[in-house]
């Protein structure tokens, strides 16, 4: 939420997201086809977004930490095109969108900032659009850790070491690859000393040349 907002403004904002609900993993937030009555802000742990084929197969769409804001997708629509799953226990603000839209046309900051979280969410989503349409299997990859590694900074944690919280046959999902291919590339980079590998643990060794690598596309 917006810095810059006065004592009364943000005590307002405090009142209308002091709905907090506690999911344990597996748990769903919402499900595709439910009711769109509230974004849902991540106050700690992480979330999946999937969508399910109609043979089964499930494909990974996001993958959300402490700090973001799940459910935009539905806005347009007033209801949700896709599920969330809570990846570990998780702790998460209900924020009433219809409260929520009529708040931030009286403090013009949260309507800015609102615009914000919703131009991120398409600069991810072209992102994600490049991610599967250009690049190299190792490409995306470098890419997702990289993104990964950011994340682990903005939220003030060491940004070279990262604990997956999903699985290589999720990422694989996400990134429109086969879990062979997915392990290859683990392997691979292990080998030339970009990463050091062990599970779910990942240490970034070369943080530069992983940068390099993800954008030679």
Do not use: W
């Not at 998780?90 to 009433?96: G, Q």
């Not at 839209?101 to 800015?112: K, N, T």
């Not at 991120?120 to 992102?127: A, P």
């Not at 900074?153 to 997915?182: D, F, H, N, P, V």
């Amino acid at each position: 939420m917006p810095t810059n907002l006065s004592a009364s403004e943000l005590a307002r904002l405090e009142d209308l997201s002091n709905s907090k609900r506690t999911y344990s993993t597996g748990d769903y937030l919402y499900r595709t086809g439910d009711c769109f009555l509230s974004l849902h802000a991540i106050r700690s742990g992480s979330v999946k977004t999937r969508v399910l084929h109609e043979d089964g197969r499930e494909q990974l769409t996001s993958f959300l930490m402490a700090g973001e804001i799940i459910g935009l997708d539905a806005i347009s629509t007033d209801f949700h095109t896709c599920e969330a799953v809570a990846m570990e226990p998780c702790e998460v603000c209900e924020l009433p969108f219809a409260q929520m839209e009529e708040l931030s046309r009286e403090i013009p900051s949260l309507q800015r900032h609102l615009h914000k979280i919703m131009s991120r969410e398409i600069v991810r989503d072209r992102g994600i659009m490049l991610l599967l349409g250009s690049m190299r299997a190792e490409e995306r990859l470098a890419t997702f850790l990289l993104n990964l590694s950011q994340q682990n900074a903005a939220l003030g944690m060491i940004s070279t070491q990262l604990r997956l919280k999903m699985s290589r046959l999720e990422i694989g999902s996400y990134l429109g690859l086969k879990l062979e291919t997915i392990s290859r590339a683990f392997s691979r980079f292990q080998e030339e000393g970009l990463l050091q590998v062990k599970a779910r643990y990942i240490e970034i060794l070369d943080l530069p040349r992983l940068r390099i690598l993800a954008v030679k596309s």
